[in-house]
């Protein structure tokens, strides 16, 4: 069998293609964060904790405009004022079809209430010092504190078939 390949020679095999890309949308109320669960335990990101989002859709005339209706879809809520916090691109050794690049929003001001939806169950409030890392992607513990400690990154992470980490790169760029 032959040996792994690096991130760094990941990165050089899929440097001339765009990644699908993907979004998140954090909305912050003072020292707490939303997050949210996917209701269908049988599509990506299944039984996970994360922000708001998804992909574009051929309406979409930007990833902003995506995350605004990603979020509003999935919450019920209308964030206004976002701001983009990170860019950070996956990549998947046994599936590349899952490769993609995540723009990663946050906001303090929106419309609404959050509430569940027919995509996600109840959002739910954690402060920042309590967030269930353990029930979220693994990549979210290396860049997510930095972003809502007002960090803007970029960052690269490659999984292996069981979607662990294998390696990862997060550089503060703001």
């Not at 890309?21 to 209701?39: D, P």
């Not at 405009?65 to 976002?82: F, G, S, Y």
């Amino acid at each position: 069998m032959g040996e792994r390949q690096t991130l760094a020679e990941i990165k050089e095999r899929f440097s001339g293609e765009a990644l699908p890309q993907r979004t998140l949308c954090f909305l912050i109320k003072g020292n707490q964060v939303l997050l949210v669960m996917k209701r269908d335990k049988n599509v990506f990101g299944a039984n996970r904790w994360n922000g708001p989002g998804g992909g574009l859709k051929p309406e979409d005339s930007s990833i902003e405009v995506a995350a605004r209706r990603e979020t509003l879809e999935e919450t019920e809520v209308t964030p206004r004022n976002i701001k983009k916090v990170a860019i950070l691109n996956f990549y998947f050794l046994d599936k590349s079809e899952w490769n993609q690049q995540v723009v990663v929003f946050t906001t303090h001001d929106w419309d609404g209430t959050p509430a569940e939806t027919d995509e996600m169950v109840t959002p739910k409030w954690f402060d920042i010092n309590k967030i269930p890392y353990g029930q979220m992607w693994e990549s979210d513990f290396f860049w997510l504190p930095k972003v809502l400690g007002g960090k803007i990154v970029e960052g690269n992470f490659l999984y292996n078939e069981n979607q662990e980490i294998l390696e990862h790169e997060v550089i503060e760029i703001a």
